[in-house]
Nanobody, 112 residues
Framework: QVQLVESGGGLVQAGGSLRLSCAAS????????MGWYRQAPGKQREWVAS???????KYADSVKGRFTISRDNAKNTGYLEMNSLKPEDTAVYYC??????WGKGTLVTVSS
């Protein structure tokens, strides 16, 4: 059974930074692409960033230049480094392996 567990969320002031982690178990992590999505209160879940098994990355325009997605296949873990955070980045952040598996999310709150 595949399990994805996000961590690293919290409360941060605008302009600050956070690093989210997504630990995968029960799957061959290195073979899968992975992605980060977020859902703000009252809004639909939106795509934030993705990385292929080979390390090719893509970003939503809203986070380009501020967020960095990466992965450590040896640790079965993906990361989302978030810098220059804005209040509009406040959301629950989820990771997925694009094989139908999602984590339960980690809350990021950015205060102004």
């Amino acid at each position: 059974q595949v399990q994805l567990v996000e961590s690293g969320g919290g409360l941060v002031q605008a302009g600050g930074s956070l690093r989210l982690s997504c630990a995968a178990s029960g799957s061959i992590f290195s073979l899968n692409a992975m992605g980060w999505y977020r859902q703000a209160p009252g809004k639909q879940r939106e795509w934030v960033a993705s990385i292929t098994s080979g390390g090719v990355t893509k970003y939503a325009d809203s986070v380009k230049g501020r967020f960095t997605i990466s992965r450590d296949n040896a640790k079965n873990t993906g990361y989302l480094e978030m810098n220059s955070l804005k209040p509009e980045d406040t959301a629950v952040y989820y990771c997925t392996d694009y094989s139908g598996n999602w984590g339960k999310g980690t809350l990021v709150t950015v205060s102004s």
